[in-house]
Structures are given as structure tokens and as C-alpha cells.
């Protein structure tokens, strides 16, 4: 049973670090229409980071649930 309440943790977890991730992806293309300026593109390359980061850690959910 605790196992089970673990796995539903990490469930939540995965699906709120999906959400973020689908919501920075969003935020990249929207800045890309403007990428021209310098603050910008420090901007997407920021998110682009952070998303990486989210990446990896929602992907270590996914091995964790398995």
C-alpha cells in the first residue's frame, strides 16, 4: 500500500512536471516570434534550460513508476 501511494505521488508529480513542460514549450515558441532582440533570446535560452531540466527529472518519474 505504500508503495501504491508512492507511485500515485510520482504520478502527480510526472503529470505536473508534463504541464510545466508543455507551458515553457509554449512560452519558446512565443518568444521565438520575437527573438530578435538580445533580452529575449537570454529569455528562451533560460527556458530552454530550465525545460532540459524538467526533462530529465520527469523522465527519472518515469523510470521510478516502472
Known amino acids: 500500500m505504500a508503495k501504491d501511494i508512492g507511485n500515485l505521488d510520482l504520478q502527480k508529480e510526472n503529470e505536473r512536471l ?10 519558446v515558441a512565443y518568444l521565438e516570434m520575437f527573438a530578435d532582440t538580445p533580452e529575449n533570446q537570454d529569455r528562451i535560452k533560460a527556458i530552454l534550460a530550465e525545460n532540459e531540466q524538467l526533462k530529465v527529472r520527469n523522465d527519472g518519474l518515469e523510470e521510478d513508476l516502472q
Open 18 to 27: 508534463s504541464k510545466k513542460i508543455d507551458e515553457l514549450e509554449l512560452k
